[in-house]
């Protein structure tokens, strides 16, 4: 049913975001770079200190595999809601978008894709600053950068939904306090999950970015990840169900 | 039938309530079509409905031939929309602006690259293709709107109230270029709730109100047909007596509001004399116009 109503055309506004984003490149790089790159410094040199390895590898490196998972699921839902937002509802740029032979479907595609994009450069630009500081060399690492994309397909999936319903920015705030940052400190990112209580374990075990972790961090160690299919299409589900969605929550918000 | 606009028994209901209450319309190639109505008349639902962003619960639309809104798509192709607010794109330049519209099109961007200065011209931003958006006036903003519809080289452009909220110069530099549209054989459906905007633009105009057609035709043809020829505004300290006396006998059809009374006539002379016994009221003789019957038809009181 879908295709029926997509057309080649939301190449053209994926396109158009990624003009407004090559104009501020620059200083988009530099966020995506920077952020990243204090916090592995910052807590990667003081935990280094205390914890010299961490399941067998160097605090910094298990820190990186993490991080770079982390850096990847925030670049996809800043994109997907603040700017989003922006997008649809401040800006209004989708009402002028889809006055033109564009419809609803290929807006959102256009935006979906577009924030798993962001994710892919900035986990692209996350991977190259670890390889510049001399965490890994293993070729496995290519594979991170397809997996930033499933990433942010996942997140913005998601995402999307929760900037189909929002009525301001402020909304978002819930999003990223009682959603994202509890993934960042019961995922796997700073510390292995292994020592959690059982319960905390099991709730872990059910967020996209455990799954994310699960196969980011053996690639980004030069290991080849266990059931890597199975996380993948835990990461596809959550984007997918996210998707379908908020493209039905913004039929009904947009074209009531 | 010409087949650019074609629209009949239009319902739109939401939550219960109907705001657009059966509409039939049908637009022949160049001419320029008004809808006028009061806010919340359901002129921008029906505009929506018409362009396929919003599926009529019932009644049927044919856009440029293509039914609307199962084939709305199609049918956009050829169309140009001038929305009621701006919305160009912060993010680019005034020629950018123009480019990226024209990929939502499938124009090849050398395309639209030739066809950018007369683009620009025609907006009278000649000078400012490279300028922010931000820093454009509202009149240049709108005309820019304008240009953006046009990329396409649309057949039929809808605008909503493409002149609300520009000064007198910006509005008469509108008005301009939408006569040239029209002498090329554009087909124009516009929304305004300036009567003086729809007399001087529209071949043909529908009056709506709570989502109902209230009259339809030329807008000359329109005021003969409803109103007496004539109006006589009287105003000053006083006017209720003098409206209780004589405006009534005098006119074939009189209402006092506030502080003014419309005498609406077929010969104004009565009226006139009667007033010179009258040296405190002023009065203004006019023909009758757009918005005389504008007010008969949809009544005088406030709609916000």
């Known amino acids: 049913m879908i295709a029926t109503v997509l057309s080649g055309r939301w190449v053209a506004v994926w396109r158009r975001n990624y003009l407004v984003w090559r104009k501020l490149a620059a200083a988009s790089i530099a966020g995506n770079i920077i952020d990243p790159l204090f916090y592995l410094l910052g807590f990667g040199m003081g935990f280094a200190t205390m914890i010299p390895e961490v399941e067998g590898v160097k605090y910094m490196a298990f820190l990186a595999g993490g991080t770079i998972c982390y850096t990847t699921m925030l670049a996809s839902s800043f994109e997907a809601l603040y700017s989003g937002f922006a997008r649809m509802h401040v800006q209004r740029t989708w009402e002028g978008i889809m006055n033109a032979p564009v419809s609803l479907e290929d807006v959102v595609l256009a935006e979906w894709v577009w924030a798993a994009s962001k994710s892919l450069l900035s986990g692209t630009a996350i991977l190259l600053v670890a390889i510049a500081l001399g965490l890994s060399q293993s070729w496995t690492m290519v594979f991170i950068v397809p997996l930033a994309f499933l990433i942010g397909l996942s997140f913005a999936g998601m995402g999307l939904v929760m900037t189909a319903i929002a009525k301001s920015y402020d909304f978002f705030t819930y999003w990223f306090t009682l959603v994202l940052t509890p993934q960042m400190l019961l995922c796997g990112v700073f510390f292995p999950t292994s020592g959690l209580p059982a319960w905390v374990q099991a709730v872990a075990s059910a967020l996209p970015l455990t799954h994310a972790i699960a196969i980011g961090r053996p690639l980004f160690l030069g290991v080849w990840p266990e059931s890597a299919l199975l996380h993948a299409g835990v990461l596809a589900a959550y984007g997918l169900a996210g998707f379908w969605i908020a493209l039905t929550l913004l039929r009904r918000r947009l074209l009531a | ?304």
Request: net charge negative; proline share 5%; with cysteine.
């Open chain 2, 1 to 304: 039938m010409d087949g650019v606009l074609d629209a009949k028994g239009v319902r739109k209901s939401y939550d219960g309530r109907e705001v657009v209450a059966g509409i039939d319309l049908a637009l022949a190639k160049g001419e320029c079509f008004g809808l006028l109505g009061p806010n919340g008349a359901g002129k921008t639902t029906t505009l929506r409905m018409l362009l396929g962003l919003t599926a009529p619960d019932a009644g049927t639309i044919s856009l440029l031939g293509h039914p609307v809104p199962q084939a709305a798509r199609e049918g956009r192709i050829r169309v140009g929309v001038v929305p009621q607010v701006d919305n160009l794109d912060p993010d680019f330049t005034v020629s950018e602006n123009l480019l990226v519209y024209g990929r939502y099109f499938g124009i090849p961007e050398r395309e639209v690259a030739a066809r950018l200065p007369r683009l620009l011209e025609f907006a009278a931003l000649e000078t400012r293709g490279s300028s922010r958006i931000q820093s454009l006036s509202g009149g240049m903003k709108r005309r820019l709107v304008l240009a953006r519809a046009l990329v396409n080289d649309p057949e039929l452009i809808f605008l909503d109230e493409p002149t609300t909220g520009l000064d007198p110069q910006a509005r008469h530099l509108m008005w301009e270029r939408l006569r040239l549209l029209l002498r090329q054989g554009k087909t124009i459906l516009l929304t305004t709730h300036f009567m003086d905007e729809a007399e001087r633009l529209c071949d043909r105009l529908a009056i709506i109100d709570h989502g109902r057609m209230l009259a339809q035709g030329a807008p000359h043809a329109l005021i003969a047909e409803h109103i007496e020829p004539e109006v006589v505004e009287v105003y000053g300290e006083g006017v209720e007596d003098w409206y209780g006396s004589h405006a009534k006998a005098l006119s074939a059809r009189a209402e006092l509001h506030g502080e003014t009374a419309f005498c609406y006539v077929r010969g104004a002379e009565p009226v006139v004399a009667s007033l010179k016994t009258f040296p405190a009221l002023r009065f203004l003789h006019r023909p009758a116009n757009l918005e005389d019957l504008f007010l008969k038809l949809t009544g005088r009181e406030m709609r916000e």
